[in-house]
């Protein structure tokens, strides 16, 4: 669960109904998850961990909710991506800054994307990703999780250090 509330505060309709909706995030601020610029939800590390992810601007969620009456937070009791994929050997076709493409059709930004430790993305790499629905201009995915595709050395080669793979 996002919010903690009691079964008192649900008998005593302190809160709305139970309800679905699939929404889009329309701004984050730390751990602050803002849909529909109305309404707002805390995610805390328990609730990030079971998502998956950190949500971003423009991401896909379908969430089961209750609204707390006179007030525009809202109690989460289920959160996922609206759609979630993975796909292997897709190729880094863009890296500026912090933000890049893949394949010039998913998008990722460093600032949210989970990455094995020392890895980053390369103009030219060979990736698997988990990708998740969102919204951006000219893009329909957002990549959440990157990670290299790694081929076996043949043998040592000249000038190189010895590792038992390198990134394509």
């Known amino acids: 669960m996002v919010c903690a509330f009691s079964e008192q505060d ?3 309709g302190v809160y709305s109904k139970i309800q679905d909706l699939s929404v889009c995030v329309s701004n984050v601020n730390q751990n602050i998850i803002y849909i529909a ?3 707002y939800f805390f995610l805390d590390s328990i609730s990030k961990a079971i998502l998956g992810f950190m949500p971003y601007e423009g991401d896909w969620l379908d969430i089961e909710y209750s609204v707390e009456q006179g007030s525009s937070k809202i ?3 289920s959160l996922k991506a609206t759609q979630r994929r993975r796909l292997e050997e897709v190729c880094v076709t863009n890296v500026h800054r912090r933000e890049g ?3 010039h059709t998913i998008f990722f930004t460093l600032d949210s994307l989970r990455l094995p ?3 980053t993305p390369v103009v ?3 990736v698997s990703v988990v990708i998740v629905q969102s919204i951006r201009p000219n893009y329909n995915w ?3 999780t990157m990670t290299p595709v790694a081929q076996p050395v043949e043998g ?3 000038g190189k250090t010895s590792s038992l793979f390198l990134y394509q």
Do not use: Q
């Open 37 to 39: 610029d109305e309404y």
């Open 101 to 103: 493409m893949l394949n």
């Open 75 to 77: 109690t989460v009791h």
């Open 10 to 12: 649900l008998h005593e």
């Open 117 to 119: 430790l020392g890895y």
């Open 156 to 158: 040592p080669r000249p």
């Open 142 to 144: 957002r990549a959440i």
């Open 124 to 126: 030219g790499h060979m």
